[in-house]
């Protein structure tokens, strides 16, 4: 009786916490407006980095390794920072033509001002996705953030 009083706690305490972490993410992602940049309408991520200044002083400048940018497999995302250094950088990737989810990652720092991590976007029925990379940075009193936007062919 008092395993299974103990067994029946645990797994409950484990749903309420998967939900709470969950609903915790989504939360915080939506709870106060975020000041974007986006980039120069003129900048392409199939041919080259994009630069972003915030108004803070942060600069980002992101570039995608595989310029064709495919779905379903790991493509190296980098970030190069300037006046920002911390362990991690939160970036946000989702389509913007349908809803896939928000795909959040905490990218690692691996030198000086340069960030990195293995991203694997979702592949969809519908070809021409169009997405929106994010980087969303917690002020005192405000949010900003770096918006990236990209298309996959497929």
Same mark, same amino acid.
């Not at 003129?42 to 779905?71: A, M, R, Y």
């Not at 990195?116 to 169009?130: D, T, Y």
């Given at each position: 009786m008092k395993n299974s009083v103990i067994m029946a706690l645990t797994v409950i305490s484990i749903v309420i916490a998967y939900f709470w972490i969950d609903f915790e993410s989504l939360f915080s992602?939506?709870?106060?407006?975020?000041?974007?940049?986006?980039?120069?309408?003129?900048?392409?991520?199939? $041919?080259?980095?994009?630069?972003? %200044?915030?108004?803070?002083?942060?600069?980002?400048?992101?570039?995608?390794?595989?310029? =064709? /940018?495919?779905?379903m497999k790991p493509v190296k995302f980098t970030v190069t920072t300037k006046n920002y250094n911390k362990p991690t950088l939160p970036l946000n990737i989702y389509a913007t033509n349908m809803n896939?989810?928000?795909?959040?990652?905490?990218?690692?720092?691996?030198?000086? $001002?340069?960030?990195?991590?293995? %991203?694997?976007?979702?592949?969809?029925?519908?070809?021409?996705?169009?997405?929106?990379? =994010? /980087?969303i940075l917690e002020e005192p009193l405000t949010r900003v953030g770096a918006k990236f936007q990209f298309k996959t062919d497929h």
């Open positions: 992602y939506e709870q106060k407006d975020v000041n974007f940049i986006t980039q120069h309408s003129d900048c392409d991520l199939h $041919n080259k980095p994009c630069t972003i %200044v915030l108004e803070n002083g942060n600069s980002f400048e992101l570039e995608i390794s595989q310029k =064709e /940018i495919p779905l896939m989810g928000i795909q959040n990652f905490k990218f690692k720092k691996v030198k000086e $001002n340069v960030y990195e991590s293995n %991203v694997i976007l979702p592949a969809c029925i519908r070809g021409n996705m169009k997405w929106n990379a =994010e /980087i």
